[in-house]
């Protein structure tokens, strides 16, 4: 009975045949939702347990549904579907059948999965020759029976939807009525690609040319060739239209049509610019020299000699179009037919004539004193300065028939003249110029001396001048060297850079000075070769506004003598920019605080002091300066913490509080009075009663504090005093009525401003006083126990200081 529940079980899968199209898409797709695995997931504890006495053959992945297109070509895979058995063994048997007669597929193919021996894959694939058409039938259902050696069969089925292929197009412009358009040029090389047809979908397509009256080429592929000996370059703009029709293999078409325009070629046509040439030689010249060497304007040009067809004396090279001799030249006349062409394109050519004579020589070639001239100039010679004359004599002893010619670089040439033998300089040897020494300063030519008569002989005198420099130019200074600084500049900051300039080559070689060098009164220092000026030294602007630096720029490597330098003084200005320095400020500067002692070795807090700086300021530092004679105090941050002890007796400590911004010989620090009374926890306040001090006698001891104070003009101060005692004299009768009523006894006022601590030292004992101080006010008096000292706090105007 389980059995039977069992086999009930796999076999209630739903009829898909009716599966809606929302499941259908591209490729294979995973199973619907809603088939029989939503009941196998329900009885899996059934399968479980059945497991264990009937072993089948699984296809999880079925069933499904796959999506085919019409057009897809024989052989292409359908699906792949696994099989699993439950142990390992030999292939499973797997076999396909239709529920619709004569169905295109392939029978199964079984692979084994690698990873796993007792998974195997079967593979339904399109048979060969089939032709899907959705018309006629738009699903099969394939029927797949799989069973495992010593395992149960089993069925599950694997539905094939027939989709419609897509229809042919052909793109626009292609398509269009004009046809799309492509411009070549000329000389375009033959059976280039033009232009390619691309329709859409590509693949299994035929492609057809309906005119034939053109000298273009359409391969199979749709692609439009250029002719096969390319197009005319003489002509002008051809036009060459082609009408193509596309079809594939199901009958289906699209035609459109391209329009190739011919444009005329933008290259240069091969021309020689001399057709005819005459040249004479004189015998006796040997193999492979050249005798003349002929020029054809166009690109790729290319020689060669037409006539005569196999030239026994003389070769031409095909890219210089150097003509030379191929053996020992005798007497005659000889012509040659030369023709040049575009190596790319043959069919672009010119040809010229070239007439060889030969003479006997009757003459020898003039002899001429320098035979080479080697000379060193300054930059500095006056044109129309001779640089030599040459002494040359031919065989007739008379240098009447002479003729002398420079040749050589333009560049070089142009400096020097002939004027008869001898040789001049023509224009300003100037050697600062970047195209001078781009030659080395060395310019180079040939003098050609020429003998009359005929054959002509001639001999060449070649000529290197060398140009020196001379140092011309005195050094130029910067226009508005001025440069600002902070007065916090440190060491070795660099201030500006003075760039000075030099005509002379090398351009802006210069070393840099200082007049009177770094010191006290001049502060900074200047780089010899860069021209860097930097701070070696304290600045203050307080002290001095701005500085005016003297810098001599001396040039070097300017002359060919090194001990001829020129130098400038430039003035340069640098000002000091004031930086805000703030002194820290306590709110109050004065505390008189009273505290109950704690228990000894706790810590107890007393009160944390508010100070600020400048904006821009660093972090405020702490530190006791004063009073903490026994170490009872310390400063954790800006809060005084108290240590107990074991001290008996209330005890009054005045604590000074150094309170600090910034760093180095720019500190600036504020002092704060912290008056703290100490009363022990098991001592009551102490009563109302004359206290006696007694005082040790020491010499004063005076330590000042000077801030830093503006002095306004003279002017300013009497407004000041005049708008003052006008102000006073109008307020003097509107307080005199307030001084004569009740006046308060002076009290101590403990400013908050700038205050002093007074120590000061008696030379006898105090007597006691004739009234007793209350302990909730303080007076201002106190001692340090330690030293003996009294402290007096008050309030003045002006400097710091104590006693």
């Given at each position: ?240 239209r082609l009408e193509i029709e596309v079809m594939d293999r ?28 005459a040249v004479t030689v004189t015998e006796g010249i040997g ?175 070649p000529v290197l001048v060398t140009v020196t420099p001379v ?333």
């Amino acid at each position: 009975m389980l059995l039977g529940l069992l086999l009930g079980i796999t076999v209630a899968y739903p009829d898909t045949t009716g599966v809606s199209s929302e499941h259908l898409t591209e490729g294979i797709l995973g199973p619907p939702q809603g088939i029989a695995r939503a009941h196998l997931a329900g009885c899996s504890d059934i399968l479980l347990f059945a497991g264990a006495f009937v072993r089948a053959t699984v296809l999880p992945d079925l069933p499904r549904v796959v999506a085919l297109s019409e057009d897809t070509v024989s052989g292409t895979r359908v699906a792949e579907v696994t099989v699993s058995c439950s142990n390992s063994s030999s292939s499973p048997n797997v076999t396909l059948d239709s529920i619709e007669p004569d169905h295109p597929f392939n029978s199964i193919a079984i692979s084994s999965d690698p990873m796993d021996a007792t998974t195997f894959r079967a593979e339904v694939t399109l048979r060969a020759g089939a032709e899907l058409d959705a018309h006629r039938v738009n699903q099969y259902t394939l029927i797949l029976r799989a069973a495992c050696p010593g395992e149960d069969e089993v069925e599950e089925r694997l539905f094939v939807r027939v989709t419609a292929r897509h229809v042919l197009r052909c793109d626009t412009p292609f398509a269009s009525a004009e046809g799309d358009v492509v411009q070549v040029l000329a000389d375009v090389a033959p059976r280039t690609p033009l232009y390619a047809v691309l329709p859409q979908p590509l693949g299994g397509l035929t492609f057809r040319l309906r005119n034939r009256n053109t000298p273009l080429t359409l391969t199979r592929r749709g692609v439009v060739l250029a002719p096969d000996n390319g197009f005319d370059p003489s002509k002008d703009t051809q036009t060459f239209r082609l009408e193509i029709e596309v079809m594939d293999r199901h009958g289906h078409n699209c035609s459109g049509a391209v329009r190739v325009e011919v444009l005329p070629s933008r290259r240069p046509r091969v021309t020689f610019p001399e057709l005819h040439r005459a040249v004479t030689v004189t015998e006796g010249i040997g193999p492979c020299e050249v005798v003349t060497q002929v020029h054809a304007r166009g690109d790729n040009v290319r020689y060669a000699i037409l006539a005569p067809v196999a030239p026994a004396l003389f070769t031409i090279d095909e890219v210089t179009g150097e003509i030379r001799s191929t053996r020992r030249l005798q007497v005659i006349r000889a012509h040659l037919l030369i023709r040049a062409y575009n190596a790319l394109h043959p069919d672009d050519h010119a040809t010229a004539t070239v007439n060889v004579t030969v003479q006997g020589t009757d003459r020898q070639a003039p002899r001429c004193d320098p035979a080479i001239f080697v000379s060193q100039v300054s930059e500095t010679i006056s044109p129309g300065s001779t640089l030599v004359t040459l002494r040359c004599t031919d065989s007739t002893s008379t240098d009447g028939c002479l003729h002398y010619a420079l040749e050589g670089p333009p560049f070089s040439r142009s400096h020097f003249c002939m004027d008869g033998p001898q040789l001049k300089v023509n224009t300003t040897l100037d050697y600062d110029s970047e195209a001078m020494a781009a030659l080395g300063f060395q310019l180079t030519a040939t003098i050609v001396v020429t003998v009359g008569g005929q054959p002509r002989q001639s001999t060449r005198v070649p000529v290197l001048v060398t140009v020196t420099p001379v140092n011309e130019f005195r050094p130029a200074c910067p226009s508005g060297a001025t440069f600002t600084v902070p007065e916090t500049a440190a060491f070795g900051s660099v201030v500006g850079r003075v760039a000075g300039t030099d005509r002379d080559y090398p351009p802006d070689s210069l070393e840099y000075s200082l007049e009177g060098g770094p010191g006290p009164a001049q502060p900074f220092s200047i780089d010899r070769r860069t021209g860097e000026i930097r701070a070696v030294g304290a600045l203050d602007s307080q002290q001095q506004k701005s500085y005016r630096l003297v810098v001599r720029l001396t040039d070097t490597h300017n002359d060919l003598e090194p001990r001829k330098r020129q130098s400038r003084l430039c003035d340069v200005s640098v000002r000091l920019q004031a930086v805000a320095d703030q002194l820290p400020v306590c709110i109050p500067e004065v505390q008189e605080l009273r505290i109950t002692a704690g228990f000894p070795g706790s810590r107890q807090p007393v009160t944390r002091l508010v100070c600020h700086g400048g904006p821009d300021s660093a972090p405020l530092t702490y530190s006791i300066v004063g009073g903490n004679e026994d170490g009872r105090f310390r400063l954790e941050g800006n809060t005084l913490v108290h240590l107990p002890g074991d001290r008996a007796e209330p005890h009054p400590f005045v604590l000074l509080v150094e309170v600090w911004g910034g760093s180095g010989g720019r500190r600036r620090s504020s002092l704060v009075a912290l008056v703290v009374h100490v009363t022990p926890r098991s001592t009551p306040a102490p009563p109302s009663s004359s206290t006696q001090h007694t005082t040790l006698q020491k010499e004063p001891l005076v330590v000042t504090q000077t801030e830093a104070v503006w002095h306004p003009p003279a002017w300013f101060v009497a407004v000041l005093t005049i708008s003052g005692a006008l102000l006073l004299a109008t307020l003097g009768c509107m307080a005199r009525s307030l001084l004569c009523s009740n006046r308060a006894p002076g009290k101590l006022f403990l400013a908050r401003s700038s205050w002093d601590v007074v120590e000061h030292s008696r030379g006898k004992e105090e007597q006691g006083h004739s009234q007793a101080s209350s302990p909730e006010q303080f007076d201002g008096h106190a001692q340090d126990p330690r030293t003996g000292r009294d402290y007096l706090f008050n309030s003045m105007t002006g400097a710091r200081r104590w006693i």
